[in-house]
T-cell receptor, first 114, second 111 residues
Framework: NAGVTQTPKFQVLKTGQSMTLQCAQD?????MSWYRQDPGMGLRLIHY???????DQGEVPNGYNVSRSTTEDFPLRLLSAAPSQTSVYFC?????????????FGSGTQLSVL | GDSVTQMEGPVTLSEEAFLTINCTYT??????LFWYVQYPGEGLQLLLK?????DKGSNKGFEATYRKETTSFHLEKGSVQVSDSAVYFC??????????FGTGTRLLVSP
């Protein structure tokens, strides 16, 4: 049972490049979410999904796209990376209807945009 | 809006010292309060929680009491270990969707 798996762990991009951060969970959780962690800012919610085919915006969605074609996967896409997107990204999942204390977090992706 | 404020780090202690990490919150409703821990190279894990005023959450020797009158949820441990070195996040949750984190406090414990 792997839990929440994020790939890659580290990535360096040039401004304007695109990439996809991958997130997969094997716990059959309906709810999945993406956070970014910045120094002095704590974790902020980017996008979330309550099930396959359903996504919604969080606190800081601009510059990011998501889709949810399967229960297991919730990729985060940067279409044109900007230096302001340099951050550590965490994916998290839980069973829909449970409270946030039941969130399981991945180990993070550290992204640098030059 | 809803927010969490916690003390800046790093907090540097010797093994067996007493730990306090301060956390205060602002919320429009009746939040649940949490402490999460992030060990090096890992994701966040729930350390403890409290869902109503005067509740005390505890786990692994850590404790925190939900103080509505002072809007606080300070984390304490009587005797820290080197293995407690990590980043600690205070957070609040209102309802099922919203989870608001503090900025995190790094704890460094030396032998």
């Amino acid at each position: 049972n792997a839990g929440v798996t994020q790939t890659p762990k580290f990535q360096v991009l040039k401004t304007g490049q695109s990439m996809t951060l991958q997130c997969a969970q094997d716990m059959n959780h309906e709810y999945m979410s993406w956070y970014r962690q910045d120094p002095g800012m704590g974790l902020r919610l980017i996008h979330y999904s309550v099930g396959a085919g359903i996504t919604d915006q969080g606190e800081v969605p601009n510059g990011y796209n998501v889709s949810r074609s399967t229960t297991e996967d919730f990729p985060l896409r940067l279409l044109s990376a900007a230096p302001s997107q340099t951050s550590v990204y965490f994916c998290a999942s839980r069973i829909t209807g449970t409270t946030n204390e039941k969130l399981f977090f991945g180990s993070g992706t550290q992204l640098s945009v030059l | 809006g809803d927010s969490v404020t916690q003390m800046e780090g790093p907090v540097t202690l010797s093994e067996e010292a007493f730990l306090t990490i301060n956390c205060t919150y602002t919320a429009t409703g009746y939040p649940s309060l949490f402490w999460y821990v992030q060990y090096p190279g890992e994701g966040l894990q729930l350390l403890l929680k409290a869902t109503k005023a005067d509740d005390k959450g505890s786990n692994k020797g850590f404790e925190a009491t939900y103080r509505k009158e002072t809007t606080s949820f300070h984390l304490e441990k009587g005797s820290v270990q080197v293995s407690d070195s990590a980043v600690y996040f205070c957070a609040l949750s209102i309802g099922f969707q919203k989870l608001v984190f503090g900025t995190g406090t790094r704890l460094l414990v030396s032998p």
